[in-house]
């Protein structure tokens, strides 16, 4: 069974410096899709960056960039030139190609310092 | 503004009331979900929609009943619900899996906030 796993519960970090949070998965199947969610104090789940299993190149979206590293299992959240915005719940979510349930890893709350 | 709708945002009821939670969305996606979420939680899947047919129900009480009435809308029905049951409510869509095509997230709304008093 799919399974992913995000061990760091808070983090923070100073205004303008890059963070980067952690994400490690488990599954059986060769094609998967990792996703990284915001989830700001409103509630509502925002798509940061997708990566494909087969893709070769790490995906980028602005100051987002995902570290994936497929023998290691990981796929871990850069953001670069952190910002008070960023402050927010961050969730690492694995889709499979069987059944198509997006799993979510337990979040990291994220704070930003000025 | 996102392309996925939930109405009410906020809901405050009673153990005895029935209510409902309405989710719409106009991208042509053909799965729709509905997801419990605990503060600091993670979303916890409850149903899963595929071409307005029930296909996944996590073993959920039947105080919780969905509806998809067509290929835009999904509903929740409560009824009798538990206070244990106040918690968020994400609707989220997208398009249905296919072979090779894990690549599709889920787009969400902004969730409704219900209270059970």
């Known amino acids: 069974a799919q399974k992913i796993t995000q061990t760091q519960p808070g983090m923070f970090v100073q205004e303008k410096e890059a963070v980067t949070l952690d994400c490690t998965y488990d599954t059986s199947d060769p094609s998967y899709g990792l996703f990284w969610y915001k989830q700001p104090s409103s509630g509502e789940m925002i798509f940061l960056i997708y990566q494909g299993s087969y893709d070769q190149q790490n995906a980028t979206e602005g100051r987002y960039s995902l570290n994936f590293q497929k023998a290691r299992k990981s796929a871990n959240l850069v953001i670069s030139a952190s910002q008070l915005g960023d402050s927010a719940m961050y969730f690492c979510a694995m889709r499979e190609r069987e059944g198509g349930k997006l799993i979510f890893g337990q979040g990291t709350e994220l704070s930003v310092k000025p | 503004d996102t392309e996925v709708t939930q109405t009410p945002k906020h809901l405050v009821m009673g153990m005895t009331n029935k209510k409902s939670l309405k989710c719409e969305q106009h991208m042509g996606h053909r799965a729709m979900y509905w997801y419990k979420q605990k503060a600091k939680k993670p979303p916890e899947l409850m149903f899963v929609?595929?071409?307005?047919?029930?296909?996944i129900n996590e073993s959920v009480p039947s105080r919780f009943s969905p509806e998809c009435p067509n290929s835009s809308l999904l509903n929740l029905h409560l009824h009798a619900l538990q206070p244990e049951d106040s918690a968020l409510y994400l609707c989220?869509?997208?398009?249905?899996?296919?072979?090779?095509?894990?690549?599709?997230?889920?787009?969400f709304g902004s969730g409704t906030r219900l209270t059970v008093v």
């Open positions: 989220a869509s997208s398009q249905v899996i296919r072979p090779g095509g894990a690549h599709y997230g889920y787009t």
């Open positions: 929609y595929s071409y307005e047919k029930l296909s």
